[in-house]
């Protein structure tokens, strides 16, 4: 089924129970830090990440560490992890982080959409985020920052330093900190976590 043509359904049924789940992307976000914690085991991530994503936790109590960790994978796979496209171009440097970008995603959402991405929380759905998210025009801030970032130098010709000292004040002050790791890594761990449970 296609984005247009299925319905939502924010359920997931296991052996032992029905568990209402709210993707929302704030929520998502909180287990992409979650998941680059070094003091969590990896069963503790699944047990908080269900706490935060499931309405009825109360029947996460049912669930043996097996069976959590497939309903999280579950979950996962419905609605945290979308389609990948083919990367055009492999940037050693991080050119998004949406913990350290919000404040640039917000403005984008205000400008393009009207969205008050605060009001959003708890309420709009991680997939419909990262839908909008990827069409936000050129012309928002975290599309020109994104641009900025992944911009390359244009070589020294002798009468280009300028533009050359410009850019490079511009990466400077738009660039990620080191530890930031880029937008997808907590997702990535959460996914590697998941598959990694699954073959045990």
């Known amino acids: 089924m296609g984005v247009l043509t299925e319905t ?7 052996k032992k129970c029905r568990l209402s789940v709210n993707p929302a992307f704030n929520l998502v976000l909180d287990i992409q830090k979650l998941y680059k914690e070094d003091c ?18 109360w029947n996460l109590r049912l669930l043996n560490p097996k069976e959590k ?11 945290i992890r979308t389609k990948k496209r ?12 949406f913990e350290e970008d919000g404040d640039y995603i917000y403005a984008s959402f205000m400008k393009d959409y009207r969205i ?6 708890g309420r709009l759905p991680w997939k419909k985020f990262l839908y909008l998210f990827n069409g936000l025009s050129a012309d928002t801030k975290i599309k020109q920052v994104m641009q900025i970032r992944q911009m390359e130098l244009p070589r020294y010709n002798g009468k280009n ?31 590697h976590t998941l598959e990694g449970m699954a073959k045990r």
């Open 69 to 79: 960790a497939e309903a999280m994978e579950e979950i996962a796979a419905r609605f």
């Open 40 to 57: 969590l085991t990896d069963l503790e991530k699944i047990d908080t990440a269900l706490e935060m994503l499931v309405r009825n936790s």
């Open 8 to 14: 939502p359904d924010c359920k997931i049924y296991t």
């Open 86 to 97: 083919p990367e055009i171009k492999k940037n050693p440097v991080p050119v998004l982080d």
């Open 161 to 191: 330093a300028k533009e050359i000292q410009e850019i490079n004040e511009l990466k400077s002050y738009y660039a990620l900190p080191v530890q930031g790791g880029g937008g997808q890594s907590g997702l990535d761990l959460l996914f």
């Open 116 to 121: 008050d991405l605060i009001d959003e929380q």
